[in-house]
């Protein structure tokens, strides 16, 4: 997987993040005509359960 072996750009998260460490992978794809964006889930949630690592967030453009 690109994110475990560190080849995609990170960006720093907004919250929980007092040392400004650009620690999320982003992940950017095209499928035909569509454009995706995926990264890491990073809300209190997904960090309370030990869960990000496993949750994604996907937008697409």
Known sequence: MEADAGT???I???RSNPQGSAR???LHTERGPW???A???NTF???WRGR???WV???SD
């Open 8 to 10: 995609l750009p990170t």
């Open 12 to 14: 720093p998260p907004r």
């Open 24 to 26: 999320i992978p982003v």
């Open 35 to 37: 454009q995706f964006t």
């Open 39 to 41: 990264l890491y889930s």
């Open 45 to 47: 949630r997904a960090r």
């Open 52 to 54: 990000t690592k496993d």
């Open 57 to 59: 967030v996907v937008f």
